[in-house]
């Protein structure tokens, strides 16, 4: 990156925090979503599924030479798997502020089956055509246009490679303005992160001097539904718990032995029904302990301006879960979801069976106000009250003899929740920015409802976080066809280049 001189640079730096025009800045923003599509389109064609580490070594080279190119030194955390990034630059202004930059780079993993294109490793451009839904176009139409509600569909391009380059388009912006980043800067970028980042924790523990800083920044995640500039104050955790009922030894005639042999699908059923009322509120006694709401709280709450009808619409029910009054308010308490269950054969393999075990995967949506800990063995107990033994093993012979109820219990603490507070350092800092970029007050989620492998970082390091998501709310990540509006990624770069130049006070 060409240096100019240090007095040169703090004026610039003083210029741009009294405000850069907003033609400017749509300009350099538009510009850079340009010129920074190549980059995009090749990392998007690098598979990102971290169950395949030699596909994630290729995603980390290019990270590597990437943030290499743009002056950082780049150092690799060894794990047990495939290493986090780590890249820094100092500033070239005099700062004692370091800024700590999330970044993740691996993906859900594909069936390529159910996407409507070539390969979800090869990005297209597609806009959207009354009647036939999503329709490709070619790379060509942008040469002559920018329709900000075009998309581009390939795996990882909301969640989170989008961002990732965003990023680095933002820093290439900043380069040709000869603009200073008014603080030390540090890019901490996670290859792991849809594992579940198991080993993020002892990594920040044992790299905790290199990671030092006053405040972190999270680019992830999707705007508010309403797809207005959005800033996001805290995450729940995430906890699991695997139960699996056991029936006979094995799948049984149900014409010899129904009405005798127990079935454990039955048995799972009326276990998963007895933790939850009709409202959907969890009845397990205490789950919901220590969780208050009170004024100031509410009313940060009801400033989101949530269209419920819309929401309930857009998910195709008549009625949500009655935990509390709203959306927000709901994702303030823990959450007890079953996410799958299994048991027998369904649909053609169906056969007249009494199944051998049954199966529920259940995962724990963790606040600030609860120890996730204390949340699993209130489950567990609660298991015992319905009168199963609870095991951590397959049951042998002579407990199957001994026992009329058995089951297996497994859970795993993924990370905790984290939250930082909305007139913080930290929140008035990128308030402050967000509304330089875009003109306006950003929407601000006190606690966003999925969970990102933060809080190890807030725990070890001692400091904030706040995370910035950028990306389209309808952008089927996790799922098929997964994409980025193209006036979502423009407006990322937009809300990063201010972010990146704007001064901590």
């Not at 210029?15 to 033609?23: D, E, I, L, R, V």
């Not at 048991?343 to 724990?364: K, L």
Request: proline share 8%.
């Amino acid at each position: 990156m060409k240096k100019t001189p240090a007095i040169g640079i703090v004026l610039f730096v003083v210029q741009f925090s009294m405000g850069y025009a907003q033609t400017d800045l749509d300009a350099l923003s538009l510009k850079y979503a340009r010129q920074s599509l190549p980059a995009f389109k090749e990392l998007l064609s690098l598979p990102n599924d971290a169950h395949f580490p030699a596909d994630i070594l290729q995603n980390v080279q290019w990270c590597e030479q990437a943030f290499q190119q743009r002056g950082f030194a780049t150092q690799r955390l060894e794990t047990t798997t495939v290493p986090l990034l780590l890249a820094t630059r100092p500033s070239l202004v005099e700062t004692e502020k370091t800024v700590l930059a999330y970044l993740q780079i691996d993906g859900q993993p594909v069936d390529p089956s159910f996407w409507f294109q070539e390969s979800p490793w090869k990005p297209v451009l597609k806009k959207e055509v009354p009647g036939e839904g999503w329709v490709e176009i070619p790379w060509e139409s942008l040469e002559k246009d920018w329709d900000p509600e075009w998309r581009i569909f390939a795996r990882s391009t909301s969640d989170a490679k989008g961002p990732a380059v965003a990023f680095l388009a933002a820093l290439d912006a900043l380069a040709e303005t000869n603009t200073a980043i008014p603080y030390h800067l540090k890019v901490i970028m996670d290859f792991e992160e849809e594992l579940g980042s198991p080993r993020l924790p002892a990594a920040v523990q044992a790299y905790r001097e290199a990671l030092k800083a006053d405040v972190l920044v999270i680019f992830d995640g999707p705007n508010h539904v309403s797809n207005e500039p959005t800033l996001s104050f805290g995450a729940r955790g995430i906890a699991d718990v695997t139960i699996t009922v056991y029936g006979p030894y094995f799948p049984q005639h149900s014409g010899h032995y129904g009405n005798y042999c127990p079935n454990p699908a039955l048995q799972l059923a009326q276990l998963l029904a007895s933790m939850k009322d009709e409202q959907g509120r969890v009845t397990i006694p205490g789950f919901y302990e220590g969780i208050a709401l009170d004024e100031p709280t509410r009313n940060i709450l009801a400033s989101v301006p949530d269209d419920e009808r819309y929401i309930q619409s857009k998910l195709g029910i008549a009625q949500p879960d009655q935990v509390a009054a709203n959306l927000q308010e709901a994702l303030q308490y823990p959450s007890l979801n079953i996410r799958g269950m299994q048991s027998g054969w369904i649909g053609e393999e169906a056969r007249t069976i009494i199944p051998a075990t049954a199966t529920a995967e259940i995962d724990v949506r963790l606040v600030m106000e609860s120890d996730p800990e204390r949340l699993i063995q209130l489950i567990r107990d609660h298991v015992q009250a319905q009168g199963f033994t609870v095991l951590d093993h397959a049951p042998n012979a002579l407990e199957r003899n001994q026992y009329a109820k058995i089951c297996r219990f497994d859970y795993s603490v993924s990370y905790k929740a984290f939250r930082t507070e909305l007139d913080s350092e930290a929140g008035l800092w990128l308030s402050k920015a967000m509304h330089k970029a875009f003109g306006k007050e950003p929407i601000k989620i006190r606690t966003a409802g999925g969970s990102i492998p933060i809080s190890p970082f807030v725990t070890a390091l001692d400091i904030p976080a706040v995370a910035v998501p950028t990306v389209n709310p309808d952008n089927n990540q996790h799922s098929p066809n997964e994409n980025i509006r193209l006036g979502n990624y423009q407006d990322a770069i937009k809300a990063m280049i201010v972010i990146l130049s704007e001064a901590m006070k």
